[in-house]
């Protein structure tokens, strides 16, 4: 590939020009699939005379074509880089590394042989690159030994989270033996030229980069377990961990950003976590060095000042010395009174106060501010190291501890009632050492769940928290105003229901307050007590929220009508959470809902952003229509008036609507038609079946459920008159064919099919053999446990709507003994059927098929007896609990939205029966089987004797004593 063309086109990728640009890039992009273009564009860096900015440009398209090449294709075809261009490359890229390089493409030539390694280390040459790497830690140019030092830890850093397995420490021991001793002989060397008074800045500036980076690898190294090597030289390392944490502060160092931290603080962060995997995982080893770290650590944070670059060193300080002090062994490191008293006094007290950087915070980016707040993100603030170090000293000297703090609390709040305007920090920080103090056990979501006993919960509330809530200005004193919602969202467990209808009515109140951090919280708070249980019971029942329901509802739309609210979370899930919580209370305000939601449906349409926003957003309509109209079915016709319109736009939107919403759409377009009565299917509905059927709409995955759930609430409601029409009735059998040959998604096929032949059993039947050959290719192609499960559910409704003979003859008619051969697959190893319903179904379908086919002990012996072993195996299986619809909420928002098809919640489907007339599949079993009995002599001579037992307990539970 000739590198001048290559240069011109980088080049003209830099132009002003956009259409030289376009025309350049598409050029390239056609000679990507060209052997050699990788290794092309790489000795570009070689080359001399060529502009910075193209070498650059070259760097940066090959790392971004090999992170989209580099990894296989999804269908299995082959990708822009053959295996031949691959090994070249790989060793190529890498000897690069250790070469001088301009600057401005170290990055991106160390981010390409990352993502070659993310995919393929350590197989391939990586057994002669990785050395040949390692072997330049001595070399004496710093640039080459940080890149060989960024490239391991590229490479590396996934220890940190692999599961343990043998083959992943093979790996590890592999490059143990590879890189332990020239990693160690390098961290001496820099910890050397320091203990030598090395003030040169610019190779200060180096030997911390290195050693920066040999922090990383030794937390990566030492992750999974602690390797026989650095156990043996556990001495050297920890002696210079030491002196570089005591290393003083270098002026020409110091980070030129307010908040983030310079090299030395990130090197002494990165020391510390080092320290705690020791601590933590290899506490017995550990033992002769953890008092000389407790010291050091300790003097460290003492003489940090509050900037926000310290944070983070601080922090993982903090979270050190609580792990140290949480351990029995260590106990009597902070036993002396004297001890706890300055580690309260100097190293908690003072990483409590609320500053000015908290201040800003909490004025202009309100969701940063309740992000690490609340929501537990904030592992890395001084906040949270404070608690938890806290907590840890409470783990052992609770007593002396919450002593040594209540007369700080004390003094806190006096220092406020003091002066209230000018002292409000006190009191803020005095609210939060008596959290941090109260909390032993908490549950993200859930609030505490074991407290101090020696802090009385109700009391500081009643003094200190509900009097802050109680001031009639809800704009004055914000951020004691966020603690009280916050004390009160912590303690909610705790707080009566007397507390809570105190704290209700302040909450929606508040949800007008200007600070949006005050006005979040109220709304999150009120979000949560609405869920909260006493037993069994909620606290605030459906009633009880019904007569609240106008002013809350009217406070949160018009608190999101503000131009910095337009997609606030908490404000959307409070508003989903009263409408399921009121349920059927809320219908005389439920026209406001409609308006306020179908309105900010067709705002959010326009440009989608937030992902939790708009799930709550379609959550909250799914449970209006869900409990409106299961109240009062009639009420659907409001809710088909107002959200058709946003609807269609979502769907067709720019010819391809919009993409994301489209799962939520027809989630909800398929409550909203079961609302109706059978027959009753008006003019929109008809108009949008045609376009259920598109197959572009079912290339995507997360359409599939929604869709599949829409249909069969057409065929539900209308069946009867839909499938009279061939076209549709076949297009829909095509949709079924589609899912049938997808392992993902073939269960949706049956639950379509399964719907048609419900609703119109003598329509379908003509396409019964055709349906029978799909899932009979399938088998034969593909067989799975779950396709075995659907394909048996269906053959047990079709024996319920044809009975077992037409199956027989049906299976037979397509091939001699097919019957027995596909009976033969599906009963042979019956695996879990999780909803009770598909339990009953192939219940009732084997029963009839034993009990009303004639032929069957005839002919076809063996397969009776699989199916009696069939059933009784059914019988025995175990139900698998649906979780409650708070545990689903929760599982979503773990996972998000984006990915796959996010189930509306409140969007139930209900469930079909096709067996509704029989109530006890094993009652009906034991009788249909006595009925056979009567006309078969010793039937019981038939059943397999390793079932017959489990027979007669079915029978005698019928009040059948025994078979005739």
Not at 370 to 395: F, K, M, N, P, Y
Not at 494 to 517: D, F, G, W
Not at 847 to 873: C, D, G, R, S, Y
Request: charged share 20%; glycine share 4%; with cysteine.
């Amino acid at each position: 590939m000739d590198p001048a063309t290559l240069i011109q086109l980088l080049s003209q990728t830099l132009s002003p020009e956009a259409q030289v640009r376009k025309t350049a890039e598409a050029h390239l992009k056609q000679l990507e699939s060209q052997p050699g273009f990788a290794q092309a564009l790489l000795s570009l860096i070689s080359l001399p005379d060529v502009a910075p900015t193209v070498l650059q440009a070259s760097a940066l398209y090959l790392m971004t074509f090999v992170r989209r090449e580099w990894p296989p294709s999804d269908d299995g075809s082959p990708t822009k880089i053959s295996n031949t261009d691959r090994q070249d490359l790989r060793t190529k890229v890498a000897l690069t590394l250790v070469q001088p390089l301009p600057n401005n493409v170290e990055s991106p030539i160390c981010e390409t042989v990352a993502e070659i390694g993310k995919l393929d280390f350590p197989a391939g040459q990586w057994d002669e690159i990785l050395p040949h790497l390692v072997s330049h830690l001595g070399s004496s140019d710093f640039k080459i030994v940080t890149r060989v030092l960024r490239t391991c830890h590229e490479l590396f850093k996934r220890y940190r989270h692999e599961g343990k397995s043998d083959q992943l420490w093979l790996e590890i021991k592999k490059v143990l033996d590879v890189i332990c001793q020239p990693l160690t002989q390098l961290f001496q060397q820099c910890v050397q030229l320091l203990q030598g008074g090395q003030n040169d800045l610019g190779m200060l500036t180096n030997v911390f980069n290195v050693l920066r980076f040999i922090s990383k690898l030794f937390y990566s190294l030492n992750f999974q377990d602690l390797p026989e090597f650095f156990e043996d030289n556990m001495k050297d390392w920890f002696t210079g961990f030491s002196f570089l944490l005591s290393y003083p502060a270098v002026p020409g160092l110091a980070s030129t950003d307010e908040d983030k931290p310079g090299i030395i603080e990130e090197l002494k962060t990165q020391i510390v976590e080092n320290v705690e995997i020791y601590a933590t995982k290899y506490d017995e080893e550990f033992q002769p060095y953890v008092g000389d770290f407790v010291s050091t650590v300790w003097t460290l944070l003492v003489g940090l000042d509050l900037r926000m670059v310290n944070d983070v060193l601080i922090s993982v300080s903090m979270k050190f010395l609580s792990c140290v002090v949480e351990r029995p062994n260590h106990k009597p490191l902070f036993e002396d009174p004297n001890t706890l008293r300055s580690i309260c006094e100097k190293v908690v007290v003072p990483n409590m106060l609320f500053r000015d950087c908290d201040e800003e915070l909490f004025e202009d980016n309100y969701e940063e501010y309740i992000r690490r707040d609340v929501e537990g993100s904030d592992v890395d603030t001084r906040r949270r190291g404070a608690t938890d170090l806290v907590r840890g000293l409470c783990t052992h000297f609770e007593e002396p501890v919450t002593q040594i703090f209540s007369g700080y609390i004390q003094h806190l709040l006096q220092e406020a009632a003091q002066n209230p305007a000018e002292n409000w920090k006190s009191k803020d920080a005095a609210i939060f050492l008596v959290t941090s103090l109260a909390i032993k056990g908490k549950i993200q979501g859930k609030g505490a769940t074991s407290t101090n006993s020696s802090i009385n919960i109700p009391d500081f509330f009643n003094t200190s928290i509900l009097p802050e809530l109680q001031i009639e200005d809800v704009n004055q004193s914000s951020v004691l105003k966020a603690d009280a919602l916050k004390f009160a969202l912590n303690f909610r467990s705790q707080l009566s229901k007397q507390h809570h209808l105190a704290i209700l009515p302040l909450a929606v109140k508040h949800l007008t307050a200007t600070s949006l951090v005050v006005m979040s919280y109220a709304a999150y708070y009120i979000e949560r007590v609405l869920i909260l249980k006493q037993g069994n019971e909620l606290f605030f029942s459906a009633a009880e929220v019904g007569g609240f329901a106008q002013e809350l509802l009217t406070n949160l739309f018009q608190a999101m009508s503000r131009p910095d609210c337009t997609e606030n979370e908490y404000l959307m899930k409070a508003i989903m959470r009263t409408i399921s919580a009121g349920k059927a209370a809320l219908t005389p305000v439920m026209a406001l809902v409609i308006d306020a939601l179908s309105t900010k449906m067709m705002e959010v349409s326009k440009n989608p952003g937030k992902a939790k926003f708009n799930h709550y957003m379609f959550e909250a309509m799914s449970g209006a229509v869900r409990f409106t109209c299961e109240a009062t079915p009639a009420a659907v016709s409001a809710f088909e008036e107002k959200l058709f319109p946003p609807f269609e736009a979502m769907l067709t939107i720019n010819e391809v609507g919009i993409v994301e919403f489209q799962p939520y759409v027809f989630q909800i377009v398929a409550q909203m038609l079961e609302a109706h009565s059978p027959g009753d299917m008006s003019g929109p509905y008809e108009a949008l079946f045609p376009f259920l059927l598109k197959s572009d709409l079912w290339e995507s995955g997360a359409n599939t459920s929604p869709l599949v759930r829409l249909l069969q609430a057409y065929v539900d409601i209308n069946g009867n008159a839909i499938m009279q029409d061939k076209t549709k009735l076949e297009g829909m059998l095509g949709i079924f064919q589609k899912l049938c040959a997808s392992k993902t998604y073939d269960h949706e096929g049956f639950k379509l099919v399964g719907s048609m032949l419900l609703s119109a059993p003598e329509q379908v039947k003509a396409y019964i053999p055709a349906i029978l050959q799909v899932c009979m290719t399938r088998l034969s192609k593909l067989k799975t446990v779950k396709f075995i499960r659907g394909t048996l559910w269906f053959m047990c409704v079709l024996i319920g709507k044809f009975g077992g003979t037409y199956i027989i003859q049906a299976l037979n008619g397509m091939q001699p003994g097919l019957f027995d051969m596909l009976m033969n697959r599906l009963l042979i190893d019956i695996d879990s059927f999780p909803k009770e319903v598909e339990r009953k179904v192939v219940a009732v379908g084997l029963t009839k098929l034993l009990t009303e086919t004639p032929v069957m002990m005839q002919n076809h012996p063996n397969i009776w007896k699989l199916a009696m072993a069939a059933v009784i195996k059914v019988f025995d299986l175990e139900a698998v609990k649906e979780e409650d619809e708070e545990n689903q909420l929760a599982e979503l928002e773990a996972k998000g939205y984006q990915a796959k098809f996010a189930k509306l919640v409140y969007s139930s489907q209900r469930e079909s029966d096709p067996f509704a007339e029989v109530q006890n599949p094993r009652t009906y079993f034991s009788k249909q089987l006595y009925t056979v009995g009567q006309q078969v002599p010793n039937l019981s001579a038939q059943i397999p004797h390793e079932v017959l037992p489990n027979v007669m307990k079915c029978l005698q539970a019928a009040g059948i004593n025994a078979l005739p």
